[in-house]
T-cell receptor, first 116, second 115 residues
Framework: AQKVTQAQTEISVVEKEDVTLDCVYE???????LFWYKQPPSGELVFLIR??????QNEISGRYSWNFQKSTSSFNFTITASQVVDSAVYFC?????????????FGQGTRLTINP | NAGVTQTPKFRVLKTGQSMTLLCAQD?????MYWYRQDPGMGLRLIHY???????AKGEVPDGYNVSRLKKQNFLLGLESAAPSQTSVYFC??????????????FGQGTRLTVV
């Protein structure tokens, strides 16, 4: 069975600090897809990144970066120089490759609070 | 561009009442999904559809029924609401073939309270 664990329930930091959100996953599939979504206080889900299991290259997008390590089944998310607008709940999710559908298995979410 | 639209946004039901949540997407996506979000548990898949006229069970299907009579609409029904179904419901859609570099698009959510 697939499983995603986000061990950090809540994180609180001061603005401009760097913060890393951890994500550990379990799957028996050799091909799978990993995602990060942001849920701001307004409640909608905002797509941040998708990573394919066969592509272990790390990615940087502005202040956001992602570290994918198959050896440790982890897909961690780092925000550099955090800002108050980064305050949100962040979800890591996993999808298997079969049937073409994106049946996402979500982690419990990490509530990130950036204090001014 | 509306994307994925859920109706209604909020609803309060009494135990035993029935209701239908409507999800509409205008992106011509093949796949549609219903998730529920509960505190501390992330989102869990209720039902999904791989095309018009098809439905399939997800992780937590009990107490819900779905229908996909038109490609752009995916309905979630509660025949006899229970307090355990108090949750935030999200609809999502995705284009065909996960191997393509795409993501699922989510609606704004429906907050349902069963009293």
């Amino acid at each position: 069975a697939q499983k995603v664990t986000q061990a950090q329930t809540e994180i609180s930091v001061v603005e401009k600090e760097d913060v890393t959100l951890d994500c550990v996953y379990e799957t028996r599939d050799t091909t799978y897809y990993l995602f990060w979504y942001k849920q701001p206080p307004s409640g909608e889900l905002v797509f941040l990144i998708r990573r394919n299991s066969f592509d272990e290259q790390n990615e940087i997008s502005g202040r956001y970066s992602w570290n994918f390590q198959k050896s440790t089944s982890s897909f961690n998310f780092t925000i550099t120089a955090s800002q108050v607008v980064d305050s949100a709940v962040y979800f890591c999710a996993l999808s298997e490759a079969g049937q073409g559908a994106q049946k996402l298995v979500f982690g419990q979410g990490t509530r990130l609070t950036i204090n001014p | 561009n509306a994307g994925v639209t859920q109706t209604p946004k909020f609803r309060v039901l009494k135990t035993g009442q029935s209701m239908t949540l409507l999800c509409a997407q205008d992106m011509n996506h093949e796949y549609m999904y219903w998730y529920r979000q509960d505190p501390g548990m992330g989102l869990r898949l209720i039902h999904y559809s791989v095309g018009e006229g098809t439905t399939a069970k997800g992780e937590v299907p009990d107490g819900y029924n779905v229908s996909r009579l038109k490609k752009q609409n995916f309905l979630l029904g509660l025949e006899s609401a229970a307090p355990s179904q108090t949750s935030v419901y999200f609809c999502a859609s995705s284009t065909q073939g996960i191997a393509r570099n795409t993501e699922a698009f989510f609606g704004q959510g429906t907050r349902l309270t069963v009293v």
